[in-house]
């Protein structure tokens, strides 16, 4: 990815790109469109390992192996520059290092993603947020809405990768309410990108069967069950997408599964108001 100009539209491109929404997002750098399905090189095939129940997961059990073995097993393809499938707390996603260009380009290509909507940025902690982020809401709020089903939208830091999302001085913060992503997140030590585990335009997975053709595509698989009831729209609906970049105001940019309960935090809680042209 080359670094280019801050598009005209900012809101229109963190509006199209973080809510993973179908309109097209306005930018300076030249947007290419790639269709899927226009992927990577197909490799022999992802390696799959299912995670015991979160709730069986003690010192000293067998189940504990298991969990540590993938995270050790996750850690060790995302360093090497790889793509891997992991469940969060809304969908199943694709991670890559978030500092390693070559697999950001990587992710674009298999998913046939449009390079002008941004990637979302997943961490392990609340205090990780204030490295990556200008926060210019109270500790208190983020500890609010993380963990949980929402992506937070705040101006970038440099600490960033400057080939993530680089018409953009914003970006979209994610600590899923996913043990195991979470324990991911502070093992591998930075950020990492994420989206989406399905084609783009195609519809959100909620369980590994249903992205199988990405299967080829990617180093390693973590099964951990079906996300949610996969008859239910809502329960493929993602995360609520939420700019907080503008002091005192906050604009809903994707409704997502948790709009109820972020507004009201927001609003009633925090005094937010929304900004104009939100869709909350």
């Known amino acids: 990815m080359s670094t280019a100009r801050p598009c005209a539209g900012l809101r229109a491109a963190v509006a199209a790109g973080m809510g993973l929404s179908d309109g097209p997002a306005v930018s300076g750098r030249r947007c290419r469109l790639l269709r899927p399905p226009a992927p990577a090189p197909a490799m022999p095939g992802a390696r799959l390992l299912r995670l015991p129940e979160s709730g069986a997961v003690q010192a000293a059990s067998p189940e504990r192996s298991g969990w540590t073995e993938a995270l050790r097993a996750a850690v060790a393809e995302l360093r090497a520059g790889a793509v891997v499938a992991v469940p969060t707390d809304t969908l199943y996603g694709l991670a890559c290092s978030a500092s390693c260009s070559a697999a950001l380009d990587c992710v674009y290509r298999l998913k046939g993603r449009s390079e002008a909507k941004p990637l979302a940025v997943c961490l392990g902690r609340v205090a990780d947020v204030y490295r990556y982020c200008q926060v210019r809401v109270p500790k208190e709020l983020l500890e609010d809405l993380l963990p949980g089903p929402v992506t937070l939208v705040m101006q970038r830091s440099e600490e960033l990768n400057k080939d993530l999302n680089p018409f953009t001085p914003l970006v979209g913060i994610r600590i899923p309410n996913h043990a195991f992503m979470q324990d991911l997140a502070q093992m591998f030590g930075g950020p990492l990108a994420l989206t989406s585990a399905n084609l783009s335009s195609q519809a959100s997975s909620l369980s590994v069967e249903e992205f199988q053709d990405l299967w080829p595509h990617l180093s390693l698989v973590i099964d951990g069950g079906p996300i949610g009831d996969s008859q239910s729209p809502e329960c ?45």
């Open 236 to 280: 493929r609906l993602g995360s609520t997408v939420v700019d907080l970049s503008v002091p005192g105001k906050f604009a809903i940019i994707r409704p997502g599964c948790a709009l109820e309960n972020t507004t009201a935090i927001l609003q009633q809680k925090y005094g937010l108001l929304p900004s104009q042209g939100s869709c909350s």
